[in-house]
C-alpha cells in the first residue's frame, strides 16, 4: 500500500466555550452597528421605491412607486444645488483645511516653550459643539455690528464697507467655509503631529549633514514620511465636508434671508424633504445617493492606500 492509498483521518477541532469569547466582546459594538446604521439604511433603501410619508394615512396607504423617486430626484433643481454646494465645500474646505492643519502642526512641533499651550488652543474649537460655534460665528457675522466686518474694515483701512455675509448669495457659502475650517482644523492638526513625531530624528541629523536647507528636509523627508497621513487627513476631511449640515441648518435658523439653494447641501435637502415636507420615500432616495456618494470616497481611500503600502 503506497502513501496515496493510506486514508489519513483528521480528527475536527474541539468546540471550547473559549471561542465565543471575542463575540461577546464585539457584541455590543455590533448591534449598536446594526440597529443604528445597517437597519436604518436597509429600511431607507426599501422605503425610495415607495412613497412612504413621514404620517400615515389609512386611505392612502404606502404604494410601490419604483424608481419613480431617483427620477424625479435627478430631475429636482434642489438637488442638484445641494449637490454643487456639498462639492464646492468639500473642494475648498478639504484642502484649505489640510493645508492649515500641516502649518499648525509644524508649528507646535518645535522645541520652544508654550508649544503644549498653542496645542490646547488650537484643539479647542474642536471640543466646542458645532451648534454653539455656528450661533458664534452668525453673531460675529452680523452686518451691523460683528466683529468680522470691523476686522476687514480695520485690515483694509476702511475701503471695504460691511458686508451681508449671511443673506449675499456669494458670501454665504464662503462664510460657512471659514468657521467649519477654523472648528475643525485642530483635529487634523493633531494628526498630523502625529505624523511627525513618527519621523526618526536622524533623518533630519543626515541631511543636515548633507547641507539640506530646512525647504530641502521638508520637501525630501517631511512630505514622503507623511504620505499616508496626509491620504488619511484628506479623505476623512471630504467625509466630513459631505455631511455639512449643522453649521447651514443654524445659519438658516438664525435668519439668514439668502436663497436657500445657495447654501443648501445633501443632508440638508434629506431633512427637509423628510421631516419639513414629510416625504420619506423621496427623502430614502436622497439618503440612498448620499450613501453611494461617500461609499465611493471611502473606496477611493482603500485604493490609495493599499497602492500606496505596495509602493512601500
Not at 488650537?122 to 452668525?138: D, L, N
Not at 541629523?205 to 514622503?224: N, S
Not at 496626509?230 to 439668502?258: D, E, H, K, M, N
Request: charged share 10%.
Amino acid at each position: 500500500m503506497t502513501f496515496i492509498d493510506r486514508q489519513v483521518s483528521v480528527k475536527p477541532p474541539r468546540f471550547t466555550p473559549y471561542q465565543l469569547t471575542p463575540w461577546f466582546f464585539a457584541a455590543p459594538a455590533l448591534v449598536l452597528l446594526f440597529v443604528f446604521l445597517i437597519l436604518p439604511f436597509a429600511l431607507a433603501f426599501v422605503f425610495s421605491f415607495t412613497d412612504q410619508r413621514l404620517i400615515g394615512n389609512d386611505e392612502l396607504g404606502t404604494s410601490f412607486v419604483g424608481v419613480r423617486n431617483y427620477t424625479r430626484l435627478f430631475e429636482d433643481d434642489s438637488f442638484w444645488a445641494a449637490l454643487r454646494n456639498n462639492f464646492f465645500f468639500v473642494c475648498v474646505v478639504a484642502p484649505l483645511q489640510s493645508l492649515s492643519a500641516l502649518g499648525l502642526a509644524l508649528l507646535v512641533n518645535q522645541a520652544l516653550a508654550g508649544t503644549r499651550f498653542f496645542r490646547t488652543i488650537y484643539f479647542m474649537p474642536v471640543a466646542t459643539t458645532m451648534a454653539v460655534v455656528a450661533v458664534v460665528w452668525s453673531l460675529l457675522y452680523s452686518p451691523d455690528a460683528g466683529v468680522i466686518n470691523r476686522l476687514v474694515g480695520l485690515l483694509s483701512f476702511g475701503a471695504v464697507g460691511p458686508q451681508d455675509w449671511l443673506r449675499d448669495p456669494a458670501l454665504v457659502m464662503p462664510a460657512v467655509m471659514v468657521l467649519s475650517i477654523w472648528q475643525g482644523v485642530g483635529f487634523q492638526m493633531l494628526v498630523f503631529l502625529a505624523g511627525l513625531q513618527s519621523i526618526s530624528g536622524d533623518l533630519y541629523e543626515a541631511a543636515k549633514l548633507d547641507g539640506a536647507t530646512p525647504w530641502k528636509q521638508f520637501r525630501y523627508i517631511t512630505l514622503p514620511m507623511l504620505k499616508n497621513t496626509t491620504i488619511f487627513v484628506l479623505v476623512t476631511t471630504t467625509i466630513q465636508a459631505f455631511q455639512l449640515f449643522t453649521q447651514v441648518q443654524i445659519i438658516q435658523a438664525s435668519g439668514a434671508s439668502a436663497p436657500v439653494d445657495s447654501f443648501r447641501t445633501m443632508v440638508m435637502l434629506m431633512v427637509h424633504e423628510g421631516f419639513g415636507n414629510g416625504k420619506i420615500g423621496y427623502a430614502s432616495g436622497v439618503s440612498v445617493v448620499f450613501f453611494v456618494i461617500v461609499l465611493t470616497v471611502s473606496l477611493v481611500q482603500r485604493i490609495v492606500l493599499r497602492e500606496e503600502r505596495a509602493v512601500q
